[in-house]
Nanobody
Framework: QVQLVESGGGLVQPGGSLRLSCAAS????????MAWHRQAPGKQRELVAT????????TYADSVKGRFTISRDNAKNTVYLQMNDLKPEDTAVYYC?????????WGQGTQVTVSS
C-alpha cells in the first residue's frame, strides 16, 4: 500500500505561482511513476504531469508546458508541482497519483483557485 498526502493549494491571482507537494509513505520502493492530475468543476479528470521514478523523465500536458514543473526530493519522499504564470483555467482540484506495479494510488486532492 502507498499513502499520498497533497498540500500547497490555495487562492492565487492570475500570473501568480504555487507549489504543490505530495508526500508518499508506505511501500514507496514499488512506485514506478508519479503523476499530477486535476479536475475542474464539470470536467473530467485530466493528466497534468508525470515523472518516471527510475531516471526521472517527465511529460506534461500541452496546456501546462513551459509553466509547470514536476520534481522530486527523494530524501523527503515528496513530489512537487511548481506552477507558474497561473491562469483562471488552471482552477481545479489537483490530485497526486502513484503507480506501483499493477496498482494505482490517489491522494485526497488539494484545491487551486486562480482568480482576481
Amino acid at each position: 500500500q502507498v499513502q499520498l498526502v497533497e498540500s500547497g493549494g490555495g487562492l492565487v491571482q492570475p500570473g501568480g505561482s504555487l507549489r504543490l507537494s505530495c508526500a508518499a509513505s508506505g511501500n514507496i520502493a514499488r512506485i514506478s511513476v508519479m503523476a499530477w492530475h486535476r479536475q475542474a468543476p464539470g470536467k473530467q479528470r485530466e493528466l497534468v504531469a508525470t515523472m518516471v521514478t527510475s531516471g526521472g523523465s517527465t511529460t506534461y500536458a500541452d496546456s501546462v508546458k513551459g509553466r509547470f514543473t514536476i520534481s522530486r526530493d527523494n530524501a523527503k519522499n515528496t513530489v512537487y508541482l511548481q506552477m507558474n504564470d497561473l491562469k483562471p483555467e488552471d482552477t481545479a482540484v489537483y490530485y497526486c497519483r502513484a503507480r506501483a506495479l499493477t496498482s494505482g494510488y490517489w491522494g485526497q486532492g488539494t484545491q487551486v483557485t486562480v482568480s482576481s
